[in-house]
C-alpha cells in the first residue's frame, strides 16, 4: 500500500495499477484521491504521520477526501491562490472545458469531496520543507508542482500522467483535454519542468518513473513545435 521512492517520500497508490495515487513528502500530504480514498489514507497516516495537506490542484481526484483528513488531524490545507474558490467549495469540475460533460458531472457527483478552508496559499518558489514549489497552468489555472533540488525529485500533479486513462497501459501522455483547461499553457509548464532535469517523476495517475535516460525530455520534443 505505501512505497518508498526516496528519503522521506512516499507514494499512496489509491486505486489499482496505480491509476490515482497521492504521496508524502518529509511529513507533507500530497493530493488526497477520491472521496472514498478516505479510509485507505487514513491507515496509511497511522504508519506516518503529516503536519499540513497541500493540493497541487483542486480536481476531484486529487481533492476527494481533503476535508476529511484535514477536518480529522487539525492540519491546514494549503494550495494555489487560482485554486482556492474550488477547493473551498468542492465545485471542482467548474474549469473544465465542458463541465456539464457527462464524466465531469459524475466526478462531481461521486469524487469530490466537500469544500475546506484553505489556510494559506502557495506561490512560485515558496517552500514546502525542502520542496520548491513550481508554478505549472495548464491542467488547471493554479495547478503546481514540487521539486527537490538536492535529488531531483518532482512531484508532477496532473502536468503529465503515466498511463492511458482508458486501458492503464503504462507509458507518457498528457493530460486529457477534456479535463484541461489550457492545454497549450500545460505544455509550456511542462517544458519548464523539463529544465529541471528531474531524476525522479511522481504522477498523480502512473507509476512513478526514474528518468534516467532522459524519457520525460525526450516525450516533450514532440510538442516543441506547440510552443
Not at 487539525?74 to 465545485?91: A, D, K, Q, W, Y
Request: some cysteine; overall charge negative.
Amino acid at each position: 500500500m505505501l512505497r518508498q521512492i526516496a528519503p522521506e517520500v512516499f507514494q499512496i497508490p489509491l486505486m489499482p495499477r496505480n491509476s490515482i495515487n497521492c504521496y508524502i513528502i518529509e511529513g507533507v500530504l500530497v493530493d488526497s484521491g477520491i472521496r472514498s480514498s478516505y479510509t485507505t489514507i487514513k491507515k496509511v497516516l497511522r504508519e506516518v504521520p503529516v503536519y499540513q495537506h497541500v493540493l497541487t490542484h483542486a480536481h476531484a481526484d486529487h481533492q476527494g477526501c481533503s476535508d476529511q483528513i484535514c477536518a480529522d488531524l487539525s492540519i491546514p490545507l494549503l494550495c494555489h491562490p487560482n485554486e482556492v474558490f474550488r477547493t473551498e467549495t468542492g465545485m471542482v469540475t467548474n474549469d473544465y472545458p465542458t463541465p456539464q460533460h457527462w464524466v465531469a458531472r459524475l466526478q462531481q457527483k461521486y469524487w469530490a469531496g466537500q469544500g475546506h478552508k484553505v489556510d494559506r496559499t502557495i506561490v512560485e518558489n515558496d517552500e514546502i520543507g525542502n520542496f520548491r514549489v513550481i508554478e505549472t497552468p495548464g491542467h488547471s489555472a493554479g495547478h503546481i508542482s514540487l521539486f527537490r533540488e538536492q535529488d531531483g525529485v518532482l512531484i508532477i500533479g496532473d502536468a503529465a500522467v503515466n498511463m492511458n486513462l482508458l486501458t492503464t497501459a503504462i507509458g507518457l501522455h498528457l493530460p486529457p483535454n477534456i479535463f484541461t483547461s489550457d492545454q497549450q499553457q500545460n505544455i509550456k509548464s511542462l517544458q519548464k519542468l523539463a529544465q529541471l532535469n528531474p531524476s525522479v517523476i511522481c504522477f498523480g495517475h502512473g507509476p512513478v518513473m526514474r528518468n534516467t535516460d532522459g524519457e520525460f525530455e525526450q516525450f516533450l520534443t514532440r510538442f516543441s513545435s506547440a510552443i
